[in-house]
């Protein structure tokens, strides 16, 4: 074996914000025990930013601050089981609802970021 999944990494200009919603929108909880190197070359507050399943069955997400907004399309994205509407309440945005194509919604977090929202009756 020469590689083998860790972590799951999001760039994001508001990371502190972005981080907590996917906690809201997932049940994540922000991973208590990461704080910044000791030799102050980062602020606490621009430190990346980890979120974690608090029950241990899905990945390590971390939030990493960057300047740039998102231009492009991504070429890896999350997919998750989830109601479409209770997303949309929370601000994320339907870029292209299931149609006679696909069988999911595809949705934009707060920054722009694509994802794939599956009902949990498809499982």
Not at 4 to 15: E, G, N, P, Q, S
Not at 20 to 42: I, K, N, Q, T
Request: hydrophobic share 40%.
């Amino acid at each position: 074996m020469s590689a083998r999944f860790k972590d799951l990494v999001i760039d994001a200009t508001d990371h502190h914000k972005l981080a907590d919603w996917w906690c809201s929108a997932m049940g994540y909880v922000r991973r208590d025990d990461h704080e910044p190197p000791g030799d102050g070359w980062l602020r606490p507050h621009d430190w990346p930013v980890p979120i974690v399943d608090p029950d241990g069955g899905g990945p390590a997400i971390w939030f990493v601050p960057v300047t740039e907004a998102k231009s492009v399309k991504n070429r890896v994205h999350l997919d998750i089981w989830g109601s479409v509407d209770e997303l949309v309440e929370m601000g994320a945005a339907v870029l292209r609802g299931r149609d006679g194509e696909i069988d999911w919604d595809v949705l934009a977090d707060p920054e722009g970021n694509e994802f794939c929202v599956f009902t949990p009756n498809q499982a």
